[in-house]
């Protein structure tokens, strides 16, 4: 049989011969770099949406398998707190879910992060060993919040001695202050902080910084500010000063009541503000004695800042939230406060956007006490402004977005205090990578080398049609979280309100996960273009076509691309015809079928783990050299 | 085979036909074939097919003799009529369902052993008789469910997976339906959708008997070197022809080809059949012409592709046999059956 190559054809099938490589500059799409670690990671939605980057669907296989401790010990590598975590993290890792694009719903990651902390043993034989013999460093750190104790977590097993100043009489920062222990009980708060604490951290509580200068002059080889935001904002309109005794501010308040001097409030509230302050302020007033509790916004509700579980818990518990209504003054009656005036606003929105503003009315709302929780600041009176520390226009510190490092060298800022406020695990991270610099700058490197993150594949295949993972889709519905009763919730201002999840529902629920980080990797000098996976795939996420532009290559997909944020992969050119593989990542539900089916396995599930450096893996001079 | 059968995911953005259906609504079980069978592409693309057609899966019957390529029309539209018949013999049955049932949409899947050995003789009349069916032969030059044999298609000198050429002259299917008076011949490729989908919209629009040969490699008996049907050896010889697309009726026609002639093919019912052509030369509507074309490419070694005969203005099964163009399902008892007064009153005009 001769061997002929016959490429004058309609139907695209040109060899790659005939192809011979981009007809013109820019023209053609470039096969996608999988060694950059990023492509592979991006494709596990949650992992890449966390701060931390905590490796989710392994702990979700973990818990899945009974293995409560390791999927524990998973989290803590990243997250530290996974207690406090699985019950109160911001969780940004859920609305990125990839669940969410099928079913509507995320899986409830951040529920099986406490049903891991719930159920483990006791982890302390698994904590990193400290040595005996220091290495001579020592560090200042501000605050003793979650930043603080991630640095100290980070640095005291590499023999630093850690020494943290706390304004207040107990450590955990706005984690025992303000998130109330009806979410967080101090029992988790206590263990998890425990666990730093214990390494050998020398806390100091009840001891403010009052000067940074004088802290400087004590000599430590490094200072980090881990001092939070700490300052609510205020509501300068008529009234203010004449009804101060019954307005609090919000973060004050929460802290008054959590330290037990605050123990009761008048029947009727209003909250101003709907963040998540705000919804700690509401939930709170009514285990304080409040029943008539009105939470006031400015806009509609699509413009709200707090997240929507935070607002389901508040209207599970009959807390009313008022949309369009702006505060005008404080109500005072022979020097009482007994209401307030809002005025009663509409919006014109366009896209998702305010176009226009109108004022439409007043209104008069009746109150005992009115709560402000329309945000917070930093406020660093105790740094003195000559002494290197550049502030911004803002009086914000002026801090490196990697490095943490502030103007002066040898002082870090992380969390709250960095660059305004955020939340739990965002702190965690600033924590992490300000351990990095310190550990840096301390043994004489530069700061900013940072080693890179990796990516490591690993195949799954167990046999011909067998994974090491539960590939099959489970169509079951996100499971729900039982609540105390409203009956019994109030009665104690410390009930935690989330009771976990059963072992059923746990069952259920970490079937939901969709192994994203289990891969398909493609060869494509394997690939016979048989079209098996193609053919296969429930979701219609792979292509074989001719390469072109962006836009052609896009309009040729077997399902129209949706999700623009979503990675494209595309393959180099095909052995038999020079055409590419190209697949859209946005619903693969990793079922691995297309690896099952093709013939020569072109592809492969392969597990990529990220490979995330903390400081105990940049190396430095031996420690016992120097110092002591 | 797989261990996990392929889940039904919706997702948001899923596209839907104007039944409001998604493709996987027009799927059937899951595969038991080969890894990379041709069978299983050319099974995804009748899915899309007639998802693209917005025909109702219960409008449909699927029929097919005995093989691999036979077993397909399990793994496609779940919801329609079937009839997994015997060896070579789908045919007879397709013409009886189309007698009994002229409503349906009847699509016969068959192979290359299936049609051109045992059933060559039920193809052949098939085909004569213009019977309203889409024929698709899915073709391996094997008899690949009984492990590999050389089937009728296989071409001399082609070689069997342990290396023994093939002595016997090939029967090429497009060739014999032209020459037999077929109203509709033509061949694709399973690897090579882009073509082979509009081409099957096309057959099952077609009034008569649509036939196409489909080269469908045989990934465990037929795609080694030396093979003549594998997926490498095809694509290094393909030669695409005509183009055919399937234009509905009361379709705006847009002439949106930038280049290359097409010609029209209008059918009964408004619908037209839009052929491309990239041989410039080819005459689709040229009986003489199109087996000298195939002669003449068959003697170079390449395999033809396209709409390469048509003409659908033959008279077809139902218009020849004046079959009952309500369903017999339909009709009452007594006028299926009159009794026998009424065979006796027939006779008696008879005699
Ligand atoms: C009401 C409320 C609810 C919240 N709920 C959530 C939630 O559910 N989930 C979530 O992820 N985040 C939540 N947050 C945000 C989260 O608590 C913070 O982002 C996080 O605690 C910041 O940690 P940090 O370590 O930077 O600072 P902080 O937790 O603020 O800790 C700073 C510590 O520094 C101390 N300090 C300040 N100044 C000095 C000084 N000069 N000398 C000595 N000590 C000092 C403070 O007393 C405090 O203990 C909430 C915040 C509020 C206000
Ligand atoms: C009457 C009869 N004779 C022989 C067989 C054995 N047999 C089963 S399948 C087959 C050939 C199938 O070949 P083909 O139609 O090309 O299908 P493929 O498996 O290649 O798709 C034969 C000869 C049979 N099932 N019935
Ligand atoms: S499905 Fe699982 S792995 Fe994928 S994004 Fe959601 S939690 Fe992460
Ligand atoms: S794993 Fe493969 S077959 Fe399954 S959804 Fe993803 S691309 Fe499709
Ligand atoms: S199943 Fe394998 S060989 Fe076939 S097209 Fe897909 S990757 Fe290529
Ligand atoms: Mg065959």
């Known amino acids: ?628 | 085979m797989s261990y996990i059968a392929k889940p039904k995911v919706s997702w948001a953005g899923q596209e839907r036909n104007s039944l409001g259906l998604t493709l996987a609504d027009y799927e059937g079980g899951l595969s038991t074939l080969c890894a990379g069978c041709g069978h299983d592409s050319i099974t995804a693309a009748l899915v899309r097919g007639f998802w693209e057609l917005g025909l109702e899966p219960e409008q449909v019957i699927k029929l097919s003799g005995i093989g691999c390529s036979s077993k397909t029309p399990a793994y496609f539209l779940s919801g329609a009529h079937g009839f997994n018949s015997v060896h070579g013999r789908m045919p007879s049955v397709a013409t009886g369902a189309q007698a009994a049932r002229r409503d349906l949409i009847a699509v016969g899947i068959s192979g290359d052993g299936d049609s051109l050995s045992i059933g060559f003789g039920q193809f052949a009349h098939a085909v004569r008789r213009n019977l309203n069916v889409l024929y698709i032969i899915e073709n391996n030059g094997v008899y690949g469910l009984t492990k590999g044999q050389f089937s009728a298609s296989a071409d001399p000198g082609s070689k069997a997976k342990k290396g023994a050429a093939n002595r016997n002259q090939a029967i090429d299917p497009v060739a014999t339906a032209i020459t037999l008076g077929g109203s509709f011949a033509a061949r694709s490729f399973s690897g090579d959708k882009k073509q082979l989908v509009p081409l099957i919209k096309a057959g099952l629009m077609h009034p008569g008997c649509a036939v196409i040969d489909v080269v469908s490699p045989c990934v465990t008996f037929n795609d080694h070197e030396g093979s003549t049907k594998s997926y490498a050896w095809t694509r290094q010889h393909l030669h695409a022809t005509v183009e055919a697309d399937y234009v509905p009726p009361s379709t705006e026609i847009q002439v949106d080809y930038d280049d290359g002639a097409h010609t029209d093919v209008n059918l009964h019912d408004g619908s037209v059949l839009r052929l491309k052509k990239t041989d410039p030369d080819y005459d689709p509507s040229n009986r003489a012409g199109a087996l000298d074309f195939l002669e003449a490419h068959r003697a170079r070694a390449e395999v033809v592709t396209g709409l390469l005969y048509i003409d659908p203005d033959l008279p077809t099964f139902h218009d020849i046999a004046g079959t009952s163009k309500q369903p017999l399902t339909q009709h009452e008892f007594e006028d299926l059956s009159p009794g026998a007064d009424a065979l006796a009153e027939l006779q008696k005009g008879l005699r």
């Not at chain 1, 989290?75 to 530290?80: D, K, P, T």
């Not at chain 1, 604490?197 to 004088?214: A, F, H, I, K, Y």
């Not at chain 1, 579980?309 to 702006?326: G, H, K, T, Y």
């Not at chain 1, 050119?573 to 396995?601: F, S, W, Y």
Request: hydrophobic share 35%; charged share 25%.
């Open chain 1, 1 to 628: 049989m001769t061997q002929r190559f016959h490429h004058a054809n309609a139907c695209g099938m040109l060899g790659k011969t005939a192809l011979g490589g981009p007809t013109a500059e820019g023209a053609t799409m470039k096969p996608t770099d999988t060694r950059n670690p990023d492509y592979f990671h991006k494709v596990v939605d949650c992992q890449w949406a966390c701060p931390a980057h905590t490796d989710v669907p392994e702990y979700i296989r973990l818990i899945a398998q009974g293995r409560f401790t390791d999927a524990y010990m998973v989290n803590r590598e990243s997250n530290v707190f996974p207690g406090i975590l699985g019950r109160v993290c911001d969780r940004p890792c859920e609305p990125a879910c990839r669940r969410g694009r099928i079913d509507d719903k995320p899986v409830a990651i951040c529920r099986l992060k406490r049903v891991a902390a719930d159920h483990k043993e006791d982890i302390r034989a698994r904590l990193p060993d400290v040595p005996k013999r220091k290495n001579g460093r020592k560090i200042a750190l501000i605050g003793a919040g979650c930043a603080s104790l991630t640095v100290c977590n980070d640095l005291v097993p590499l023999g630093y001695e850690c020494t943290v100043f706390e304004k207040l009489d107990k450590p955990g920062g706005l984690m025992r202050s303000n998130i109330p222990a009806f979410r967080l009980p101090a029992r988790v708060l206590d263990e998890e902080m425990d666990y730093i604490l214990d390494m050998g951290v020398d806390l100091r509580l009840n001891s403010p910084v009052e000067s940074m200068q004088s802290l400087l002059d004590e000599g430590f080889d490094a200072v980090f500010v881990g001092s939070g935001a700490p300052k609510g904002k205020e509501l300068d309109i008529p009234g203010r000063q004449e009804a101060d005794a019954n307005i609090h501010i919000g973060i004050e308040w929460l802290e008054a009541v959590a330290f037990g001097h605050t123990e009761a409030i008048g029947r009727k509230v209003l909250i101003i503000g709907v963040g998540n302050t705000a919804m700690d302020c509401c939930r709170t007033s009514l285990r304080l004695g409040a029943d008539d509790v009105r939470v006031m916004a400015r806009k509609p509700r699509d413009f709200f800042k707090a997240s929507d579980w935070e607002l389901e818990d508040a209207e599970e518990e009959q807390v009313e939230i008022v949309i369009n209504r702006s505060p005008k003054k404080f109500v005072v009656e022979e020097g009482k406060l007994t209401g307030m005036v809002f005025e009663v606003m509409e919006y014109a929105i366009e896209n998702g956007r305010i176009t226009d503003t109108r004022v439409t009315g007043e209104e008069f709302l009746a109150a005992d006490d009115v709560i402000l929780a329309i945000g917070q600041e930093t406020a660093f009176p105790w740094i003195e402004r000559d002494i290197g520390i550049e502030f911004n226009q803002w009086d914000e510190p002026v801090c490196d977005r990697t490095t943490h490092q502030s103007t002066r060298p040898g002082v870090f800022f992380g969390g709250d205090a960095a660059f305004g406020p955020e939340n739990i695990i965002w702190a965690v991270e600033h924590g992490h990578q300000a351990a990095i610099s310190i550990h840096n700058y301390c043994n004489g490197k530069q700061v900013e080398d940072r080693l890179p993150q990796t990516m490591n594949l690993g195949s799954r295949k167990m046999g011909i049609h067998e994974w090491s993972y539960s590939n099959y889709f489970e169509p079951i519905a996100r499971r729900k979280m039982e609540h105390v009763p409203l009956t019994e919730r109030f009665r104690e201002l410390d009930t935690e309100v989330e009771l976990g999840f059963t072992a059923e529902q746990t069952a259920c629920e970490v079937e939901r996960c969709l192994n994203c980080d289990i891969q398909t990797v493609f060869t494509d000098s394997l690939c016979i273009e048989c079209d098996a996976c193609i053919d296969i795939c429930p979701t219609q996420c792979l292509t074989i076509t001719e390469n072109g532009r962006e836009e052609d290559v896009g309009a040729r997909l077997t399902a129209a691309p949706k999700n623009p944020d979503q990675p494209m992969y595309i393959s180099d050119q095909l052995e038999q015809t020079g055409r590419i593989m190209v697949k859209d990542e946005n619903v693969c539900v990793h079922c691995g079928l297309c690896a099952e089916r093709c013939p020569t396995a072109a592809w492969d599930m392969q597990k990529s783990i990220l490979g995330i450096p903390y400081a105990k893996d940049h190396d430095v001079m031996p420690i016992a050299k120097v110092g002591s």
